[in-house]
Nanobody, 123 residues
């Protein structure tokens, strides 16, 4: 069983930055980030593949967020800059064992999920 543990969430002012981390219990090829607010469906934020290093971002965060990984630590990071109040959500790390050439952007494409970390952006 793969375990994912997120950290790095918190309260930040609009325009500020946070870096989220997701540590996996095993090496896993594809990892990504989703977020969810109450009453809404979970949405894709960013992802990265292990085979090609290909990254993908939601339009709403393109140019502000950057995903990266440290394979030696089985960890993926999400650097979040120029944060907006609209970014407030619970952020979930997701992973899948499949070797893929492109990042999956749908939740059903990921098998393993972390418990989530709260990100709150104030005005």
């Amino acid at each position: 069983q793969v375990q994912l543990l997120e950290s790095g969430g918190g309260l930040v002012q609009s325009g500020g930055s946070l870096r989220l981390s997701c540590a996996a219990s095993v090496s896993i090829p594809v990892m990504g980030w989703f977020r969810q607010v109450p009453g809404k469906e979970r949405e894709f934020v960013a992802g990265i593949t292990g085979i090609t290093g290909s990254t993908s971002y939601a339009d709403s965060v393109e140019g502000r967020f950057a995903i990266s990984r440290d394979n030696a630590k089985n960890t993926v990071y999400l650097q979040m800059n120029s944060l907006k109040p609209e970014d407030t959500a619970v952020y979930y790390c997701a992973a899948d064992r499949r070797y893929r050439l492109r990042v999956g952007i749908a939740g059903y494409e990921y098998t393993y999920w972390g418990q989530g970390t709260q990100v709150t952006v104030s005005s």
